[in-house]
């Protein structure tokens, strides 16, 4: 298992887009593309939230 990059611990299995895994304690702490599941930082404005609900990737999809 992974640790989370957030905050190191053990089985982290939410992958983040530019690398690592995030664990259910600190997903919070991330956007969340519901289309490809992997999470953002928050203040990611270029991949991230691209105002409608989806991520930069998967928003031309929606």
Known sequence: MAKCISCGKEGA??????GG?????CIG???SCPDCGEVFDLDDYVNGDAGNGFCAKCAPEH
């Open 13 to 18: 299995h939410t992958r983040h887009f530019n």
């Open 21 to 25: 895994y995030v664990c259910e304690s």
């Open 29 to 31: 702490k991330y956007f």
